[in-house]
């Protein structure tokens, strides 16, 4: 992840924040100087949004774990945070890790408004800078549990159509129709952001569009994949599946080759790998254990 600086450990997940994190985060607190009477409110104000995209992405995170799945890495950057999940695959248990986010959303309403309307009652001379932090909370959450739900890939609405689409048509083509689905969505919301000359609702189409379209990409990768040649020497250790035969794998450098063909060294930059992952389940796996099923009949 370049540009990302870890923070620390939590629940055995490293947590990293982004460098443009501190930049957005700057900006933003000299574009709303004028909100609050004290400089002080917008940073807690900021730090707590990202508190709120933590809990959330540590919803999916766990989710994961709970199904089987591995899930280790939270990243936390201006456009949100990202838990880097790999639940088995399984419909079922994708939407499980999927769903789980914006149910830690949809728990938190009642706790922030809640927080809000006691502050009220109780304290009737709550000052405008504490009752505006307490209003912007449950604000910002019900917000991002809107946003997130839109059917744009891969916002989470977007992964839970494409989990309901697993059920009926399988892993790649599900992915294809909910990135086809994304896109439009994206490309919509990009005509609507310019129109309304919103910079950052550009750049949050342009990212959507730009994941959808990397979205369409991995269904014909994932396509490619199940159409190629098997090598029966080598089996995934985490879904036991044969290695295609193919230039499957893409070094660091740009070059995509056969990582089993070039024995796990890239034909441009000679970079050898000591693990490679599956292109069917995403596993990352020492390539020693790739050929067990090799020592075994030997």
């Not at 604000?139 to 739900?149: A, D, Q, S, T």
């Amino acid at each position: 992840m370049p540009g990302a600086v870890r923070i620390g450990r939590l629940l055995g997940v490293d947590l990293f924040v982004h460098n443009s994190w501190l930049i957005v985060a700057v900006i933003l607190l000299l574009l709303r100087e004028n909100v609050y009477s004290n400089q002080l409110w917008n940073a807690l104000e900021y730090v707590s949004l990202f508190g709120i995209v933590l809990l959330h992405e540590f919803g999916h995170a766990l989710a994961c774990r709970s199904v089987g799945g591995r899930a280790d890495r939270i990243l936390l950057w201006p456009l949100g945070g990202v838990a880097f999940v790999q639940p088995p695959p399984r419909p079922g248990a994708y939407l499980w890790s999927i769903a789980a986010g914006p149910l830690v959303n949809v728990g938190l309403i009642p706790v922030t408004l809640g927080v809000l309307i006691g502050a009220r009652a109780l304290f009737p001379d709550l000052s405008k800078d504490a009752d505006g932090f307490l209003f912007a909370m449950a604000f910002i959450n019900i917000l991002l549990l809107v946003f997130n739900m839109l059917p744009i890939y891969p916002l989470d609405g977007g992964q839970i159509v494409r989990g309901l689409l697993w059920l009926v048509v399988g892993p790649i083509r599900s992915l294809g129709i909910a990135a086809t689905i994304g896109l439009i969505g994206a490309l919509g919301a990009l005509v609507l952001a310019a129109l309304a000359r919103d910079v950052w609702l550009v750049i949050m189409a342009l990212f959507a569009a730009s994941r959808s379209w990397a979205g369409l990409q991995a269904a014909r990768l994932h396509a490619a994949v199940r159409d190629a040649p098997q090598r029966p020497e080598f089996a995934c250790p985490a879904c036991r599946t044969a290695a295609p035969a193919g230039a499957f794998w893409t070094c660091v450098c740009g070059e995509r080759f056969d990582t089993f063909a070039r024995g796990w060294t890239c034909p441009r930059c000679r970079r050898g790998f000591a693990e490679t992952g599956c292109p069917r389940c995403g596993q990352v796996s020492p390539v020693l254990q790739w050929c067990l099923p090799l020592r075994d009949e030997q």
